[in-house]
């Protein structure tokens, strides 16, 4: 307090000493007080962060965990989408090739009176075949996709 006095002196300034009394005053009560407040603030604001940057960690993970199962999701979707076709794809060129083949094999089946295919046209009987093929390669190969899969999987 006495460089205060000192300075306003030298620039001719007239105070006294008791006027400059509350600088005491907020030097001994107010200062310590407000230290101590602002010191109170800082520890909470340390530890307040602290918990938000947990709080953003617990977040990220939360998302990344569901990012994670979306894609796991996704990827068997795709799985199946993959497997769907390839089971259509083997019941079609089963069923081409046995429509291919089956013309000859009932070709003389006019002569034959004993047979029930004996009045249908033989395209007809290649298209029913075919498609018969067709329907048991493609349930084949979805049971076969399907035992593979489980099998693989444990």
């Given amino acids: 307090m006495a460089a205060i006095l000192n300075s ?3 620039q001719e300034y007239e105070v006294q000493a008791q006027e400059l009394e509350f600088f005491r005053e ?5 200062s310590p007080y407000f230290q101590a407040r602002i010191n109170d603030e ?3 604001f340390v530890e307040g962060s602290s918990l938000a940057d947990k709080a953003i960690a617990s977040i990220r993970g939360i998302v990344e965990i569901e990012q994670t199962q979306r ?3 996704l990827q068997e979707q795709n799985q199946q989408l993959q497997d769907q076709i390839q089971a259509i794809g083997v019941g079609i060129g089963t069923g ?4 291919s083949t089956v013309g000859l094999l009932f070709s003389d089946s006019r ?7 004996a009045n249908l046209h033989p395209f007809a009987i290649a298209l029913l075949f075919s498609f018969a093929a067709a329907l048991v390669a493609w349930g084949g190969t979805k049971l076969l996709i399907r035992v593979w899969w489980w099998t693989s999987r444990r």
């Fill in 42 to 44: 800082l520890n909470y």
């Fill in 96 to 99: 081409a090739i046995f429509a």
């Fill in 26 to 30: 907020f030097g001994d009560r107010t």
């Fill in 71 to 73: 894609d796991r999701s």
């Fill in 111 to 117: 002569d034959e009176p004993n047979l029930e295919f």
């Fill in 8 to 10: 306003l002196q030298e």
